[in-house]
């Protein structure tokens, strides 16, 4: 799928990551940029750790995304 930057996306299925933060299945992002190597470089939105809301910015597989 082709994302530009300023794309609405959420992820398809939760997102494991080792060394990147882990995202929640429908986690809601803006796409910044996309990579040369065809990844997209997304500010997610996600649940504070103590509540309210905090954004990551976690490059991702576009196959992992849906646009909204």
Do not use: W
């Not at 930057?5 to 996309?34: C, Y």
């Not at 490059?59 to 849906?66: A, H, I």
């Amino acid at each position: 799928m082709n994302m530009n930057a300023g794309d609405k996306v959420k992820t398809k299925q939760p997102i494991d990551g080792f060394f990147k933060q882990s995202l929640p299945a429908g986690a809601p992002g803006i796409v910044l940029r996309t990579t040369m190597l065809g990844r997209a470089d997304v500010v997610f939105t996600l649940p504070g750790l103590a509540g309210g809301s905090r954004t990551v910015e976690v490059s991702v597989d576009p196959r992992e995304l849906v646009k909204i």
